[in-house]
Nanobody, 112 residues
């Protein structure tokens, strides 16, 4: 079955950077559009970014545009999210997703 395992979260100061990874298995990763979502404490799930199956088309929520970069390595079945210029409001659990399936998430905390 579809399995998605996120990693790379942690505690970072405002202005810092993190790179999230999502290892995928159980499906043909190179044929799948993929996305990142996040959920802040007390808030609902929020879409962050999406990428098409070959990495040509990338889409971003307005609140991360210019700061976050989505990418993928189809040879490694891995999705990435490079996050720069992090803000305290970026604090959330970050999930990768394929359709309605998401992993367990990785915690990102931005705090001084």
């Amino acid at each position: 079955q579809v399995q998605l395992v996120e990693s790379g979260g942690g505690l970072v100061q405002p202005g810092g950077s993190l790179r999230l990874s999502c290892e995928a298995s159980g499906f043909t990763f190179s044929s799948a559009d993929m996305s990142w979502f996040r959920q802040a404490p007390g808030e609902g799930l929020e879409w962050v970014s999406s990428i098409d199956s070959i990495g040509n088309k990338k889409y971003y929520a307005s609140f991360v545009k210019g700061r976050f970069t989505i990418s993928r390595d189809n040879a490694k079945n891995t999705l990435y999210l490079q996050m720069n210029s992090l803000k305290t409001e970026d604090t959330a659990v970050y999930y990768c997703g394929k359709g309605s399936v998401r992993g367990r998430g990785t915690q990102v905390t931005v705090s001084s």
